[in-house]
Structure formats: structure tokens, C-alpha cells
């Protein structure tokens, strides 16, 4: 468990300061969470390259666990509903789990292709169903208490392209920024793997 330990906190401190940040706006599109929350992924890459995918399933039940304890706390000063909780955690879980899959399976190629091709493939998961559990009208009946009819306003999408509900615009921006930044997360992978690993070496 100590070998992992920094990497618990790691994935801890990201899901805190996402659910903390995702309630101030950046723009008309975003939340400053969205340049926080990427980050998880390269926390879980950097575990599955180091540790092997078992530790990194640890570090994301981890996170999962605090985002839970979050959105518990969120919760009872009003600042989320049960529908958007279950939205963020079945989100944060099948793109984490996604996202080591996809390494895993191609954890033999070019140093950056499992993180770059896991990253994309947790960040669409991610975005498509975080946002249309919390947000989609279709689902309305399952939470008739959460009034999500601001979301699914008709607006063009980002501003300029054809109508679409609200909430399109706002994954969409979403999904941009993580794809992004699972691209420059790559020199941070590098340089954080190559030091974990011969930090191994010397001790072995």
C-alpha cells in the first residue's frame, strides 16, 4: 500500500479541488473543474506504467471513494443533487476503468500511445456519461426532482453551430479541454514514469 499511497493522495487531492472548482464558471462554456479533473487520468497512467494496472484499480476506487465522500458534503450544503452525484460518480469509475483497459492493452507499444489512446478513450466515456446522466431530458423521469430544463434550453452549439440543448455545448467543451490536455499530459507522464522508475531500480 505505501508504494501506492502517493498516488492515492494524488488522485484524492484532484477529485477534491475538481468538485470544489466545478462550481466556479471559466467562461461560457466551462468550469475551472475542467482543467483540474484531466488529471486523474494521468495519475491513473502513470500508476498503471509503474505498478502495473491492479495498483492503479486501487488509486481510481480511491478517488471514487472520496469523490462519493464529496459529493455527500456537497449534498448537504445544497451544492449538488443526487441525480448530478450519480452522473460525476459512474462517470469518474467506467472512464477510469476504461482508461486502464485501454493501456493495458496496449502497454507494449510506443511509450505514448497506451496514454494517449487510453486518455481519449476514458475522456469520451467520461464526458458522454457524465453529461447525459446529469443532464439529458430523456432521463427527467427517473429524477423528478432535479429541474434540469435550464440545460436542455435550445442554443447553438458553442455559440455558432447548429441548435442543440445546452448541455451538448457545455460536453462538448468539456471533452475538448480533456482531450487537450491528454495530449500535454504526455511530457509529465514521461518525466514522472522515468523518475518513479529508476527511483525502483536504485532500491532493488
Known amino acids: 500500500m505505501s508504494r501506492i499511497l502517493p498516488g492515492v493522495i494524488a488522485m484524492a487531492a484532484v477529485v477534491v479541488a475538481s468538485n470544489i472548482l466545478v462550481q466556479h464558471l471559466l467562461g461560457a462554456w466551462l468550469t475551472w473543474g475542467a482543467l483540474t479533473y484531466p488529471v486523474a487520468f494521468l495519475v491513473t497512467d502513470i500508476m498503471n506504467r509503474v505498478y502495473g494496472p491492479a495498483a492503479a484499480r486501487k488509486v481510481v476506487y480511491a478517488g471514487f471513494v472520496t469523490g462519493v465522500l464529496c459529493s455527500v458534503v456537497a449534498a448537504g450544503l445544497d451544492k449538488t443533487t443526487l441525480r448530478i452525484a450519480i452522473a460525476s460518480g459512474a462517470a469518474f469509475l467506467s472512464a ?23 486518455s481519449v478513450a476514458g475522456s469520451i466515456l467520461d464526458t458522454a456519461v457524465f453529461f447525459s446522466i446529469a443532464f439529458a431530458a430523456q432521463l427527467t423521469p427517473i429524477f423528478p426532482a432535479d429541474d434540469v430544463s435550464w440545460a436542455n434550453e435550445l442554443v447553438p452549439l458553442l455559440g455558432h453551430g447548429p441548435v442543440q440543448p445546452l448541455w451538448v455545448s457545455l460536453a462538448v467543451a468539456d471533452c475538448g479541454v ?24 536504485q532500491i532493488h
Open 96 to 118: 477510469q476503468l476504461m482508461d486502464i483497459s485501454v493501456f493495458n492493452q496496449l502497454r507494449k507499444y510506443n511509450w505514448w500511445l497506451p496514454p494517449l489512446a487510453a
Open 178 to 201: 480533456k482531450l487537450a490536455q491528454a495530449v500535454l499530459a504526455l511530457v509529465p507522464f514521461r518525466i514522472v514514469v522515468g523518475n518513479l522508475i529508476q527511483r525502483r531500480a
